[in-house]
């Protein structure tokens, strides 16, 4: 199993950017898949939840109406697009494979999980 993120970078605040996380080894058409972040000396936190199918898609109160979260079956990808960034978003970003939906902004509904990319917001 490999969850490959991709995408991130140091920008200035109210800049966008967009990452990516390519996965395989796993059937993703039938996992649910989110988003974490994990800013220095915190613990890692929820940012989206997208279920599999991609009907319903879930966003953390800090990121709603700012970041888009997308899934792509046909390649086994997710994206998110992340725009109008504040230093708060500092963090690394984490994508995330869940066979269940219950209790989907907690780290241990997770089966698997990719590195990490990292995106700093700063002038």
């Known amino acids: 199993v490999q969850l490959v993120e991709s995408g991130g970078g140091l920008v200035q605040p109210g800049s966008s950017l967009r990452l990516s996380c390519a996965t395989s080894?796993?059937?993703?058409?039938?996992?649910?898949m989110a988003w974490f972040r994990q800013a220095p000396g915190q613990e890692r936190d929820f940012v989206v939840f997208?279920?599999?199918?991609?009907?319903?898609?879930l966003y953390d109160d800090s990121v709603k109406g700012r970041f888009t979260a997308s899934r792509d079956d046909t390649k086994n990808t997710i994206a998110l697009q992340m725009n109008t960034l504040k230093p708060e978003d500092t963090a690394v970003y984490y994508c995330?494979?869940?066979?269940?939906?219950?209790?989907?902004?907690?780290?241990?509904?997770?089966?698997?999980w990719g590195q990490g990319t990292q995106v700093t917001v700063s002038s």
């Open positions: 995330a494979a869940a066979s269940s939906a219950s209790k989907f902004t907690a780290q241990g509904a997770y089966e698997y």
């Open positions: 080894g796993f059937s993703f058409r039938n996992f649910n």
């Open positions: 997208i279920t599999w199918g991609g009907g319903r898609i």
